[in-house]
């Protein structure tokens, strides 16, 4: 029977349900849960080993309003908005659940172990579930440099590129952040321009100052939608800046194999479950 609309996400355990590595994701068991560790009780929710509390004053952060346009269809990955009644967009709320239970990570990489497994669409439905009637404050950045989606997927042109901004406060960490607003969906969004060149390299020391100035922002979750783990480092250079990863698979693409070898890059410790996309 075929399904239309957005892929439905199930949430999975990442290592133990796991069989069989030569066979495809149907020998993963969908146990509804994320693991996590306890991070100190006066520290940031970590994956593995707890993280100091940043300090400093808040960075200033200048909001560019955004409308999603009423007289196109919106980008059909975004599940909640198209239907937010559905079955997909209740699956992206039992992930919200599930995310909270597991101590409020802060800052959330979504990647995948490899390109076209639904990253993207796991990273925006995420978002927009931990923000949904305004029950949070959300930050969803773009840090796909060679294929930034975000901006596409929300049909928006940032005023100040995410990847120029990261260059920049690199050498000056107080300078003014430029987000972009979209009260439909309670976001805020720092988005890749897609019509920029495309040869810049990750700058990790850059995504760290990032990361430290954004979490004083009063953003309680800051999702992030990374590149693919193989084949990369891009992930790696991020997620010691982060308190948790998960990864999003696609039904009968792919394979647990690569699964193993993405949390085996990554770390076990920074990773705080799957989302198996169908």
Not at 152 to 162: E, M, T, Y
Request: aromatic share 2%.
């Amino acid at each position: 029977m075929s399904r239309n609309g957005p892929p439905l996400p199930l949430v999975t355990q990442p290592i133990h349900p796991i069989r069989d590595v030569e066979n495809p994701l149907a020998r993963i068991d969908p146990a509804l849960t994320i693991p996590a560790t306890r991070a100190a009780a006066d520290g940031a929710v970590v994956f593995g080993k707890p993280r100091p509390v940043p300090a400093g004053p808040p960075p200033e952060i200048g909001l560019t309003q955004h409308a999603l346009p009423d007289d196109t269809k919106p980008d059909r990955r975004l599940a909640l908005l198209m239907d937010p009644d559905s079955e997909r967009s209740a699956a992206f709320r039992v992930l919200r659940h599930h995310l909270l239970a597991a101590n409020k990570p802060q800052v959330v990489i979504v990647s995948s172990p490899n390109p076209g497994e639904g990253k993207t669409t796991t990273a925006l439905n995420l978002a927009c579930a931990l923000a949904e009637c305004g029950r949070a404050k959300v930050l969803l950045a773009d840090t796909h440099l060679k294929r930034p989606q975000i901006a596409q997927a929300l049909r928006l042109v940032p005023p100040w590129c995410f990847a120029e901004q990261l260059a920049a406060h690199r050498h000056q960490p107080m300078l003014p952040w430029s987000i972009v607003e979209i009260p439909q969906l309670w976001l805020h969004i720092a988005a890749i321009n897609p019509r920029i060149e495309r040869n810049q390299l990750l700058d990790a020391p850059a995504f760290a100052i990032a990361m430290e100035r954004l979490r004083l922002a009063g953003y309680e979750h800051i999702v992030i939608d990374a590149p693919q783990v193989l084949g990369s480092a891009d992930v790696n250079l991020m997620a010691d800046s982060a308190d948790a990863v998960v990864l999003a698979l696609r039904a009968r693409k792919s394979t647990s194999r690569e699964l193993r070898r993405a949390i085996d890059q990554i770390g076990a410790d920074k990773v705080a479950g799957t989302v198996l996309i169908e």
